[in-house]
């Protein structure tokens, strides 16, 4: 069974801190890593997929890594906003296209 | 957002009675997936479907069956519920397989008294 394992389990920082935290994968069988946003009461939100090993994306101050030799991927958040408190979840995708879901970061901003 | 809808929103129901879960896109989207989301795991995968009619199933499948007659429904039914499918449900869409982004429905909650 794949397992998809994401590090911290959850995280308090201080507003204007940057963090990051983790998701570990199989490195065998890789087609994509995914990372979602989750707020409380609201449904996954899509921020990245990545594909190809050393890819790094950027969407505001919310950045991610992949490394798909050694089986991981970081997530950074510079400058935290009380906005960017919320559960975020990585999900690997397998050479069938199944996506193998960690439990998550959950991120807590504090003012 | 997508144009995706779950209904029940909120569903308690008893052991041994049936239950259907609907989801609803308006998006036409080929691919639906249905998940489920326990305290302390990631979302599971019960059943997915890649086309009307074309369904298969995921990681935890065991108790569940579903159908897809038309592009923008997906129902997942419980024959029988049993307490340990107690869970949060997510429906799920996507235009095409292979690193493509799922949008999420809203949930439906789930209780098996």
Known sequence: ?111 | DAGITQSPRHKVTETGTPVTLRCHQTENHRYMYWYRQDPGHGLRLIHYSYGVKDTDKGEVSDGYSVSRSKTEDFLLTLESATSSQTSVYFCAISASAGADTQYFGPGTRLTVL
């Open chain 1, 1 to 111: 069974i794949l397992n998809v394992e994401q590090s911290p389990q959850s995280l308090h920082v201080q507003e204007g801190d940057s963090t990051n935290f983790t998701c570990s994968f199989p490195s065998s069988n890789f087609y994509a890593l995914h990372w979602y946003r989750w707020e409380t009461a609201k449904s996954p939100e899509a921020l990245f997929v990545m594909t190809l090993n050393g890819d790094e994306k950027k969407k505001g101050r919310i950045s991610a890594t992949l490394n798909t030799k050694e089986g991981y991927s970081y997530l950074y958040i510079k400058g935290s906003q009380p906005e960017d408190s919320a559960t975020y979840l990585c999900a690997f995708e397998d050479s069938n296209y199944q996506l193998i879901w960690g439990a998550g970061t959950k991120l807590i901003i504090k003012p």
